[in-house]
């Protein structure tokens, strides 16, 4: 599921794949407009499954992340305003969530997409973050490759 959400670099929210070409990709966002956007191959794409938060023993990926998260807000939107937090208030909160993180490479502001992306991956219906929907995704990915 991570895998087919991207952030696109100087766009704001978050996009859904939905094909590839030769030289460009087709997006989808994820807000209510669900317009479909060209991405020509200069443009900084990244899928959120590739992503991960540093912490004091290594990197833990997004998607284990977004699982804590998820255990603090009941799988539902945050009910804590990160929009107006001052950065100590973002540092504390995200420490309830995450107690290791590296609190030198992980900055305020990358708190903030966590929890941005979070909201709106949970008002799209997307808050199943655990270990077997990514196994249950790898599976159908054998069955039908030309979908992945």
């Known amino acids: 599921m991570l895998k087919e959400i991207v952030s696109v670099s100087g766009k704001p929210g978050l996009y859904r794949l939905i094909s590839r070409g030769k030289n460009s990709i087709i997006i989808e966002s ?3 407009v669900k317009k479909r956007i060209p991405i020509q191959g200069n443009e900084k794409v990244i899928s959120l499954g590739d ?5 004091d023993d290594g990197e ?5 992340v977004f699982l804590l998260v998820g255990e603090k807000s009941d799988n539902s ?3 804590f305003n990160f929009r107006k937090a001052t950065n100590d208030e973002l540092g504390k909160y995200f420490e309830q969530i995450l107690s ?5 490479r992980v900055y ?3 708190i903030k997409k966590v929890f941005s992306w979070y909201n ?3 008002n799209q219906g997307i808050n199943d973050f655990s270990e077997s929907q990514l196994i249950q995704e790898a599976e159908q990915n054998l069955e039908h490759p ?3």
């Open 30 to 32: 994820l807000d209510d």
């Open 51 to 55: 992503i991960s938060i540093f912490t």
């Open 60 to 64: 833990i990926s997004l998607r284990e």
């Open 77 to 79: 939107v945050l009910d």
């Open 100 to 104: 290791g993180y590296d609190r030198e």
């Open 108 to 110: 305020p502001s990358h």
């Open 120 to 122: 709106i991956l949970v």
């Open 146 to 148: 030309e979908q992945a």
